[in-house]
T-cell receptor, first 111, second 113 residues
Framework: NAGVTQTPKFQVLKTGQSMTLQCAQD?????MYWYRQDPGMGLRLIYY???????DKGEVPNGYNVSRLNKREFSLRLESAAPSQTSVYFC??????????FGDGTRLSIL | QKEVEQDPGPLSVPEGAIVSLNCTYS??????FMWYRQYSRKGPELLMY????GNKEDGRFTAQVDKSSKYISLFIRDSQPSDSATYLC?????????????FGTGTQLKVEL
């Protein structure tokens, strides 16, 4: 019963490097989301995909791109990583307007 | 001012105590309210989901919503060490908008033996 799976769990990058965070869900949900979590800031929405083939910006989209590869998979890409993007990244999914289910996160450090 | 305010804690209580966790919000359009529990190095896990004023109970957990005061609470009865976690409130407006949630910053709870 996997739910939402994120890879990798940990990653260290140098400033300027690029990276793609992967997310897959096995609950047949239409909607998927990417958040970042920083101390004192709570969870902030980066991008979301209401359905396969659509993506929209959230609260903090700058410096990120996303791809809804198919109904199961939603990836987040950092084209040129910056230290300000050091964070814990969470992927979530939901069916329509039902509560979201989260993965266990990717801990990303950018030096 | 943030749309959702939540005391970050940490809150430390003895085992068996009743715990009260709270959030206030400023956007009167919020109609759906959630509480998530997040253990260290894990993702948030849904605890309670409600869309009406009043109380909703699930085992040792009770969610309370007061829309007139823009205030929600989560009560934990007979608290256990396994309840030690960060508790996040979340809320959203009804209808379109992509089911976007607005989160509080979380309250860290420690239940001690």
């Amino acid at each position: 019963n996997a739910g939402v799976t994120q890879t990798p769990k940990f990653q260290v990058l140098k400033t300027g490097q690029s990276m793609t965070l992967q997310c897959a869900q096995d609950m047949n949900h239409n909607s998927m989301y990417w958040y970042r979590q920083d101390p004192g800031m709570g969870l902030r929405l980066i991008y979301y995909s209401a359905s396969e083939g659509t993506t929209d910006k959230g609260e903090v989209p700058n410096g990120y791109n996303v791809s809804r590869l198919n109904k199961r998979e939603f990836s987040l890409r950092l084209e040129s990583a910056a230290p300000s993007q050091t964070s814990v990244y969470f992927c979530a999914s939901s069916e329509a307007d039902q509560p979201q289910h989260f993965g266990d996160g990717t801990r990303l450090s950018i030096l | 001012q943030k749309e959702v305010e939540q005391d970050p804690g940490p809150l430390s209580v003895p085992e068996g105590a009743i715990v009260s966790l709270n959030c206030t919000y400023s956007n009167s359009a919020f109609q759906y309210f959630m509480w998530y529990r997040q253990y260290s190095r894990k993702g948030p896990e849904l605890l309670m989901y409600t869309y009406s004023s009043g109380n909703k109970e699930d085992g040792r957990f009770t969610a309370q919503v007061d829309k007139s005061s823009k205030y929600i609470s989560l009560f934990i009865r007979d608290s256990q060490p396994s309840d030690s976690a960060t508790y996040l409130c979340a809320m959203r407006v009804p209808g379109g908008g992509g089911n976007k949630l607005t989160f509080g910053t979380g309250t860290q709870l420690k239940v001690e033996l």
